[in-house]
């Protein structure tokens, strides 16, 4: 059974830094295309970052391109390190796992992905 497992959300100010780390068992990172998406109150959910761990090719959105950096330990852990936080990167995030899109079709695509976690709330607020 897959599962992906989010940590490290928070309550930081403008400015700040989080690290956000999504646990997965149940797959092979390897075989996987892996993503961190945004659910902000009142919008529609966003593909942030999104990986390849077999090759490191990665995507990122505009809204978080030179703030952002998904990595993985190339074992069962991806993360994101979020630097210079904003308000509007306020919401749950999640992250999702699938098997054949690439990472950018993965980030901007509205097709169903195949797995994801439970989301970890980040709240940035003075």
């Known amino acids: 059974q897959v599962q992906l497992v989010e940590s490290g959300g928070g309550l930081v100010q403008p400015g700040g830094s989080l690290r956000l780390s999504c646990a997965a068992s149940?797959?092979?990172?390897?075989?996987?295309?892996l993503g961190w998406f945004r659910q902000a109150p009142g919008k529609e959910r966003e593909g942030l970052a999104c990986?390849?761990?077999?090759?490191?090719?990665t995507y990122y959105a505009d809204s978080v391109k030179g703030r952002f950096i998904i990595s993985s330990d190339n074992k069962n852990t991806i993360f994101l390190q979020m630097n210079d936080l904003k308000f509007e990167d306020t919401g749950v995030y999640y992250c999702?796992?699938?098997?054949?899109?690439?990472?950018?079709?993965?980030?901007?695509?509205?097709?169903?992905?195949?797995?994801w976690g439970q989301g970890t709330q980040v709240s940035v607020s003075s």
């Open positions: 990986i390849a761990p077999s090759d490191a090719d």
């Open positions: 149940g797959l092979r990172l390897d075989d996987y295309q």
């Open positions: 999702a796992a699938d098997l054949i899109m690439t990472p950018q079709a993965m980030c901007t695509s509205d097709l169903r992905l195949d797995y």
